[in-house]
């Protein structure tokens, strides 16, 4: 019996667009008949990820780059034709500039102050955090009103972008 070469795998079935940041993105290729490995390369930046089977885990950094994912198909006569697929790395948004307020210094009691950061290019909504106690809102846009109880205490706003 004489051994072929694999034949290039099938299409990836996963899709072919990430953020940045983002971990666990499986890729897939269906197995090929006679196949006993699989070589992996990625040919951006900032992606770790080890396989020898048909499928892989990546994981991208906060500063991973596009690139194109390749796989090949082995045996012991050699190495398939890869089959590619260009992966769009989304970047993350950027920080948040400084807050606007109505009121820099409240007052236990007081309602609807209003603490604005400009928009982020790219960013779809805004998570805002309060360290203290007694302040209660809900926003996922740039600008957050908030009712502080009579029982309120100082704590640090945060807000991030996504």
Known sequence: MVNTLPTQPANFTTSPTVCQGQNAVIYTVPAVAGATSYTWTFSGSGASFS???N???INFSAAATSGTLSVTA???CGSSIARTLAVT???LPTQPANFTTSSPTVCQGQN???YTVPAVAGATSY???FSGTGAS???TTNSVSIDFSAA???GTLSVTSQ
């Open 51 to 53: 396989s020898t089977t």
């Open 55 to 57: 499928s892989v885990s």
């Open 74 to 76: 082995n045996n012991s």
């Open 89 to 91: 790395v989304n970047t």
């Open 112 to 114: 609807a102050v209003i």
């Open 127 to 129: 998570t805002w955090a």
């Open 137 to 139: 809102f809900s926003s």
């Open 152 to 154: 309120a205490t100082s």
